[in-house]
T-cell receptor, first 115, second 111 residues
């Protein structure tokens, strides 16, 4: 089945710095990647949809200038959290858009802690 | 937009059967998924329904009624390792086919 590799698994950064999270599709071409955020004991909330070769689509309330998404190739989508603050500490996870009947494949997630 | 509701917590005994309900309201329904998620890990796909009826996969079954906006996940012969969060997710064609998740049901399986 499809495999989505996400890195890093966890990262601790200082307030005000930027962090880049990568999601790679290893055995298929992903023209679309979804990016989610999950706060403790909350569900996954869709942040944005990443489209290869075009601008990302952001959900209402998500700042596009703060959460920069790049999908420059068919196998790589990145999310950069710019000028991170402690309230950005969360679990960030990506998924592909493949698979009609067997569910989308998720990356392993990135635990971001901003101190 | 859409509302997806499921119970926050459930407790069941090892070896028993548990049913986790999910109700939803969506404008562009294109399938309902159930995922299992252990703390700090990625969700794992369990089941998918797009037509009304019951889908069975081993110890797990999922039911869908589109007219009622209702689904349930049935877990049989519960094992301790089934303690996890169970997420109901609706795929919405009006949201670019993204999955929109309920808040999850935390299931605790006790001896």
């Amino acid at each position: 089945g499809a495999v989505v590799s996400q890195h890093p698994s966890w990262v601790i950064c200082k307030s005000g710095t930027s962090v880049k999270i990568e999601c790679r599709s290893l055995d298929f071409q992903a023209t679309t990647m979804f990016w989610y955020r999950q706060f403790p004991k909350q569900s996954l909330m869709l942040m944005a949809t990443s489209n290869e070769g075009s601008k990302a689509t952001y959900e209402q309330g998500v700042e596009k200038d703060k959460f920069l998404i790049n999908h420059a190739s068919l196998t790589l989508s990145t999310l950069t959290v710019t000028s991170a603050h402690p309230e950005d500490s969360s679990f960030y996870i990506c998924s592909d858009k493949a698979g009609q009947s067997y569910g989308y494949t998720f990356g392993s997630g990135t635990r971001l802690t901003v101190v | 937009g859409q509302n997806i509701d499921q119970p926050t917590e459930m407790t069941a005994t090892e070896g028993a059967i548990v049913q986790i309900n999910c109700t939803y309201q969506t404008s562009g329904f294109n399938g309902l998924f159930w995922y299992q998620q252990h703390a700090g890990e990625a969700p794992t796909f369990l089941s998918y329904n797009v037509l009304d009826g019951l889908e069975e996969k081993g110890r797990f079954s999922s039911f869908l009624s589109r007219s009622k906006g209702y689904s349930y996940l049935l877990l049989k012969e519960l094992q301790m390792k089934d303690s996890a969060s169970y997420l109901c997710a609706v795929r919405d064609q009006d949201s670019g086919y993204a999955l929109n998740f309920g808040k999850g049901t935390s299931l605790l399986v006790t001896p």
